[in-house]
């Protein structure tokens, strides 16, 4: 019988996690949009000032899925919160509970360290993961509008 496993990722990960960021950018037709590297991820996600954190979920000792996320916190909830930037799970495992199993390990660490809530975004289209975000009881939101202020825009406004 295949168990999953979920596991801490360490900077000897940093490889498999880049691996599952180029796939999840290919799976959301957006690879081009990838700048980062190996020794990005390192830094980044294991470097001394990290405030980064990842899980990697194995099956039969293959990494098939991570999530990374990070702590953000509610002015509102007067608590921390979880912010998920990537879950995934490679398309040949889909369907095996390694989904499931990651979010449900965030929503225990949500719990153990007393945050309000996780956060994440999906992308419009994404049936799929909809349906599942739905199935566990999560919510989307519609009044939010999410923006962004990046690259050079970012740089000209830290400079004005």
Known sequence: ???????????????????????????????????????????????????????????????????????????????????LEDLYVSPQYRGVGAGKALLKKLAQIAVEKKCGRIDWQVLDWNKPSIDFYDSIGAKGLTEWIPYRLTGEALEEFARS
């Open 1 to 83: 019988m295949e168990k999953i496993i979920l596991r801490e990722a360490t900077i000897n990960d940093s490889q498999t996690i880049f691996n599952f960021v180029k796939e999840l950018a290919i799976y959301e037709k957006a690879e081009h949009e990838v700048k980062t590297s190996v020794k990005q991820v390192e830094e980044s996600v294991f470097g001394k000032d990290s405030v980064t954190y990842a899980i990697i979920c194995e099956l039969d000792n293959k990494p098939i899925g991570m999530a990374l996320y990070f702590f953000n916190y509610s002015t509102w909830l007067g608590r921390n919160g979880i912010y």
